[in-house]
Structures are given as C-alpha cells and as structure tokens.
C-alpha cells in the first residue's frame, strides 16, 4: 500500500480487476468461432463494393468505429445510420456491397426494416448479434 496515495493502489487494483475480466470476456469468444465465422471472412475478402457498417445506438457506435477501422486498413468501408437509410440514404447500398450489421437484441426495428431493403439490393449481409 502507498500510506502516500492509498486511492492510487485502489485504481490500480480496479484496474487489474477490470483488464482480467476483459482479457476472460475475449477467451471466451474462442469456442464461439465456427463455420460463420469463416464465411464472414470469405464474403469480406470477396467483396467487389464497399463495406457498409450499420447499427443503433450504443451499436451504431461501434459500427461508426469498425468502419473506420476497415477504412484504416485498406477496405472500402461506409457507415450507414439504419434510421437515415430508410429516409433517403439507401443508395449508397449496391449488389456487390458486403453489409456488416451490428445490433446487440438482434431486433432493433430500424435495422430488421433496413434489412429486408438490403436484401432486395442483392448486397450480402453479415450480422453481429448479442442475442443468438
């Protein structure tokens, strides 16, 4: 214990805390990796348009920061708000674009509307869900 700082031991014992709990969250993503996994892969690597990243909310968050890192490593990624995709945005969506959908209910009603658009585009689409 630092008798100098005792809250600067409790800060760094939090953040032990915090870093192991995170490091077990991403362990155990390892059993969760199968065949569509793969398949992500293969239609990201095969795609002949843009990336384009879409989700609500707290995920629409993360799916602003994926695309920018696709666009940092070479791949030409768009973030589209569902919301704003339904009112006039959907044709930044082609057939030979790979769409990314990040929702953590998986039923988030602006994205399952977006969805069904996306389809009739003829654009692949890879869901990230928390709820299977």
Not at 3 to 19: E, G, H, Q, W, Y
Not at 47 to 60: D, Q
Not at 95 to 107: F, N, T
């Amino acid at each position: 214990m630092n008798p100098a700082n005792p809250k600067s031991d409790d800060a760094i014992d939090l953040a032990r805390r915090v870093i192991e709990t995170e490091a077990q969250a991403i362990l155990g993503l390892i059993p969760q990796l199968g065949p569509s996994f793969t398949k992500a892969i293969d239609l990201l690597q095969g795609c002949a348009g843009h990336v384009i990243v879409t989700g609500m909310g707290k995920s629409g968050i993360i799916a602003r920061k994926l695309s920018a890192t696709f666009s940092s490593t070479g791949t030409s990624a768009i973030f589209l708000h569902p919301a704003e995709a339904l009112h006039g945005d959907l044709g930044v969506v082609q057939a030979g674009d790979v769409v990314v959908a990040l929702s953590q209910s998986g039923e988030t009603e602006e994205l399952v509307r977006l969805l069904a658009a996306i389809r009739r585009i003829g654009a692949r689409l890879i869901s990230l869900t928390g709820n299977p």
